[in-house]
């Protein structure tokens, strides 16, 4: 057996309660959470990306920050629409850092910085969105489950049953196997939602369970990717058995937009 599956299932149980008991409670709790989740991704993603090429990194956050910030406000009526575009000064004020910084390569590192908030600070600025919606406090524990089975299932018959390799260049560990009991545990669980939980017919959550699956592996070998780029095993050590907390959203990074969109369309 894996050794790392105690500690992975006792430090999951312990990460799922948490972040479902705020989402659950009150949209502001839901928030104020994520917000705290994001700032963590935000920092291990620069810490990991301009280990050597910034000096303040705390400075990358900025603009994931204050668009996290303005969408709290925004969403509580505190802020207009107008307050997103001051992104723009905030950019700018990067760019006139760039002009007196002695480190080399400035159009990588303000790449960086925008690559983070378009990866990481929109996707959270959306989730806080569906907190606060009618429905969020039911749609975005559905969506988490739904996440957190196709990851569980993933996992246990990956590591079970497979032998064929899903994307051996990138990740040499998961396998078609593993990809398919995901699959089959999230659309499992939709249908449980369905009746549990009925924000959403049956339709709506199986596509949502696909999209899910689907998005979420690609999320998965995107963030493999960056780390066989970097040359790092994990993104940190936030949580025992899953790695980083970059670790822990790659799939949620890449699927919610998607699941996002999906519910604001149908």
């Given at each position: 057996?894996?050794?790392?599956?105690?500690?992975?299932?006792?430090?999951?149980?312990?990460?799922?309660?948490v972040?479902?008991?705020?989402?659950?409670w009150?949209?502001?709790?839901?928030c104020?959470?994520?917000?705290?989740?994001a700032?963590?991704?935000l920092?291990?993603?620069?810490?990991v990306w301009?280990?050597?090429?910034l000096?303040?990194?705390?400075?990358?956050?900025?603009?994931?920050?204050?668009?996290?910030?303005i969408?709290?406000?925004?969403?509580?009526?505190?802020a207009?629409?107008?307050?997103f575009?001051?992104?723009?000064?905030?950019?700018?004020?990067?760019m006139?850092?760039?002009?007196?910084?002695?480190?080399?390569?400035?159009?990588?590192r303000l790449?960086?910085?925008w690559?983070?908030?378009?990866?990481?600070?929109?996707?959270?600025?959306?989730?806080?969105?569906l907190?606060t919606?009618?429905?969020?406090?039911?749609?975005?524990?559905?969506?988490?489950?739904?996440?957190?089975?196709?990851?569980?299932?993933?996992?246990?018959?990956?590591?079970?049953?497979?032998?064929?390799r899903?994307?051996p260049r990138i990740?040499?560990?998961?396998?078609w196997e593993?990809?398919?009991?995901?699959?089959?545990c999230?659309?499992l669980?939709s249908?449980?939602?369905?009746?549990?939980?009925?924000?959403?017919?049956?339709?709506?959550?199986?596509?949502?369970a696909?999209?899910v699956?689907?998005?979420?592996?690609f999320?998965?070998?995107?963030?493999?990717?960056l780390?066989?780029?970097?040359?790092?095993?994990?993104?940190?050590?936030?949580?025992?058995?899953?790695?980083?907390m970059?670790d822990?959203?790659?799939?949620?990074?890449?699927?919610?937009?998607?699941?996002w969109?999906?519910?604001?369309?149908c």
């Open positions: 057996m894996d050794k790392t599956l105690l500690p992975r299932t006792w430090s999951g149980l312990l990460f799922v309660a972040l479902l008991g705020a989402v659950c009150r949209p502001e709790s839901a104020a959470v994520l917000f705290l989740l700032l963590g991704v920092r291990e993603f620069y810490s301009l280990q050597t090429s000096k303040w990194k705390w400075l990358a956050m900025l603009p994931g920050v204050y668009l996290l910030g969408t709290c406000f925004f969403l509580y009526g505190q207009g629409p107008l307050w575009a001051g992104l723009v000064p905030v950019m700018l004020a990067l006139a850092l760039e002009l007196f910084s002695s480190g080399a390569d400035p159009l990588r790449a960086v910085i690559w983070g908030v378009a990866y990481i600070a929109v996707p959270f600025a959306m989730m806080m969105h907190a919606m009618p429905d969020g406090q039911r749609l975005l524990p559905g969506f988490f489950l739904l996440t957190w089975m196709n990851d569980s299932g993933a996992y246990l018959i990956g590591i079970t049953f497979g032998k064929h899903l994307m990740s040499p560990l998961k396998s593993g990809f398919w009991g995901g699959a089959v999230a659309l669980l249908l449980l939602l369905s009746h549990w939980l009925k924000t959403l017919p049956l339709s709506g959550w199986l596509i949502t696909v999209l699956v689907v998005f979420g592996v999320g998965d070998l995107f963030e493999s990717m780390k066989r780029y970097l040359g790092l095993k994990d993104s940190g050590h936030f949580m025992p058995g899953h790695g980083g970059l822990r959203f790659d799939a949620v990074l890449v699927s919610f937009p998607m699941v969109l999906y519910l604001m369309i």
